[in-house]
T-cell receptor, first 115, second 115 residues
Framework: GENVEQHPSTLSVQEGDSAVIKCTYS??????FPWYKQELGKGPQLIID?????GEKKDQRIAVTLNKTAKHFSLHITETQPEDSAVYFC??????????????FGKGTKLSVKP | GAGVSQSPSNKVTEKGKDVELRCDPI?????LYWYRQSLGQGLEFLIY????????KSGLPSDRFSAERTGGSVSTLTIQRTQQEDSAVYLC?????????????FGPGTRLTVT
């Protein structure tokens, strides 16, 4: 089955710097890659996603890149702010015919942005 | 509008007891997912309901775990004869439809502690 590896497990940056989180996946049939942000005591919230027919997607300070050949995708946060501090999860999903889109998650990256 | 709600928010139970966890999805969402999040780990898929189709139970870790969804809305996850390794946060998510096209919205989770 699909396996998603995520690095680093913890990341500390100064406010205003950029943060990059990387994930690799094992199943080349994976075609949907969302990123979730989880704040303390809350459920994960989708912040950006990318599908396999796209190489890069941006939304203000957040961008995601996908390299299908290498089977890895990355989250880039620019001009980090203290409120970006949270645990970030990458995930991959396979949808074949009538199969469902259950997500396979990485183990998360705890991002700390120091003011 | 109202998001996904889960109850209870916290549950402490003795080893060997049965527990029931409840999930109220967003109104109109046909797909419902249960995940387990152990300390320092990513989210582990448990079970998936889509409309009137038979649920995908492929993620359930043992036959002590079961779930049902009544009337296509509220879902209950039941863990029988709880063990200490069942301690985790149990997250429910719903989406407008099944498959990777649809964003999954997560509830705040139920923190289960088995003593």
């Amino acid at each position: 089955g699909e396996n998603v590896e995520q690095h680093p497990s913890t990341l500390s940056v100064q406010e205003g710097d950029s943060a990059v989180i990387k994930c690799t996946y094992s199943d080349s049939a994976s075609n949907y890659f969302p990123w979730y942000k989880q704040e303390l005591g809350k459920g994960p919230q989708l912040i950006i996603d990318i599908r396999s027919n796209v190489g890069e997607k941006k939304d203000q300070r957040i961008a995601v890149t996908l390299n299908k050949t290498a089977k890895h995708f990355s989250l880039h946060i620019t001009e980090t702010q203290p409120e970006d501090s949270a645990v970030y999860f990458c995930a991959a999903s396979i949808s074949r015919g009538g199969s469902q889109g259950n997500l396979i998650f990485g183990k998360g990256t705890k991002l700390s942005v120091k003011p | 509008g109202a998001g996904v709600s889960q109850s209870p928010s916290n549950k402490v139970t003795e080893k060997g007891k049965d527990v029931e966890l409840r999930c109220d999805p967003i109104s109109g969402h046909t797909a419902l997912y249960w995940y387990r999040q152990s300390l320092g780990q990513g989210l582990e898929f448990l079970i998936y309901f889509q409309g009137n189709s038979a649920p995908d139970k492929s993620g359930l870790p043992s036959d002590r775990f079961s779930a049902e969804r009544t009337g296509g809305s509220v879902s209950t996850l039941t863990i029988q004869r709880t063990q200490q390794e069942d301690s985790a946060v149990y997250l429910c998510a719903s989406s407008k439809g099944g498959g990777w096209t649809y964003e999954q919205y997560f509830g705040p989770g139920t923190r289960l502690t088995v003593t």
